[in-house]
């Protein structure tokens, strides 16, 4: 699956998209002022989107590389 898919197919189960996501993180105390902060492992970001809004494993983690800055909204 293609990150643009993993997008897409989060907004249609959430209806969230990257910057609602980003929001929601900083929210969280997850990031601050658009970074991850060093502490937050890609095990809490899963843990809390599992949690919340029911996502697999794969699609946990398209958001948590969105959140890294591994990837981004225009990424393949």
């Given at each position: 699956m293609s990150f643009?898919?993993?997008?897409?197919?989060i907004k249609e189960k959430t209806a969230l998209g990257p910057a609602e996501f980003r929001k929601k993180a900083e929210e969280k105390?997850?990031?601050e002022n658009g970074n991850l902060k060093?502490?937050?492992?890609?095990?809490?970001?899963?843990?809390?989107?599992?949690?919340?809004?029911?996502?697999?494993?794969?699609?946990?983690?398209?958001?948590?590389?969105?959140l890294k800055g591994i990837k981004d909204e225009n990424s393949l």
């Open positions: 643009q898919a993993y997008l897409k197919t105390g997850f990031t060093a502490t937050v492992k890609a095990g809490d970001i899963v843990a809390w989107l599992k949690e919340e809004y029911q996502l697999g494993h794969g699609h946990a983690m398209a958001i948590y590389a969105l």
